[in-house]
């Protein structure tokens, strides 16, 4: 079964701090995600990466920045917290397939609940 | 613009019937679309793909249709059980470069025994 884990289930930052969210898979996957939900927005991809030291900006990567230095593992970096980043934060993988193939499957870590003071 | 809708109310239904969730989507050519559950405090868990050429497809008792016509995706769950109770999340693939989905905010079901 493939394992996606957050690094922490709840965290409290304050105003200004620099937040750490780490994401690490056991499956090989290439493809890693970051997402937000918030209520009535659904699921938003910040960045995803599909190699290591590759990224690119999903729709809302104003705030964030990512890390990606080893294939199993990704960060997502909020540089100096605010409060309208209190969020459910979301790491997904999935494995790259053949163009016309794909299925992108998703798996997901259990989310990190994010709460800025 | 872009949009992926999903009824946004609850589903509220009894025990033993057929539980119908919907996808429509607007301005988007997607080669397949997933279904994903999520429980509260959780993340999403994939359920069932289904391709563009496809009509239907079967996973024990659920059952995902998609209308590329219509752009909806339909999202049954026959003899339905209160353990089906969650939110449940639509997503479309789209066959580009990068291997991308977008996902509807999700229906949320409540099964009553």
């Known amino acids: 079964d493939v394992k996606v884990t957050q690094s922490s289930r709840y965290l409290v930052k304050r105003t200004g701090e620099k937040v750490f969210l780490e994401c690490v898979q056991d499956?090989?996957?290439?493809?890693m995600f970051w997402y937000r939900q918030d209520p009535g927005l659904g699921l938003r991809l910040i960045y995803f990466?599909?190699?290591?030291?590759?990224?690119e900006k999903g729709d809302i990567p104003e705030g964030y920045s990512v890390s990606r230095e080893k294939k199993e593992r990704f960060s997502l970096i909020l540089e100096s917290a605010s409060t309208n980043q209190t969020s459910m934060y979301l790491c997904?993988?999935?494995?790259?397939?053949?163009?016309?193939?794909?299925?992108?499957?998703?798996?997901f870590g259990p989310g990190t609940r994010l709460t800025v003071l | 613009s872009q949009k992926i809708e999903q009824n946004s109310e609850a589903l509220n239904i009894q025990e033993g019937k057929t539980a119908t969730l919907t996808c429509n989507y607007t301005n988007y050519s997607p080669a397949y679309l997933q279904w994903y559950r999520q429980d509260p405090g959780r993340g999403p868990v994939f359920l069932l793909l289904?391709?563009?050429?496809?009509k239907e497809k079967r996973k024990e008792r659920l059952k995902v249709t998609f209308d590329t016509t219509l752009k909806q995706s339909l999202f049954h769950i026959t003899a339905s059980q209160p353990a089906d109770s969650a939110t449940y999340l639509c997503?479309?693939?789209?066959?580009?470069?990068?291997?991308?989905?977008?996902f509807g905010t999700g229906t949320r079901l409540l099964v009553s025994p």
């Open positions: 997904a993988s999935s494995l790259v397939v053949g163009r016309g193939q794909g299925t992108d499957t998703q798996y």
């Open positions: 499956m090989d996957h290439e493809n």
């Open positions: 997503a479309l693939g789209e066959d580009t470069g990068f291997q991308k989905l977008v």
């Open positions: 990466s599909y190699d290591v030291k590759m990224k």
């Open positions: 289904i391709r563009e050429n496809e």
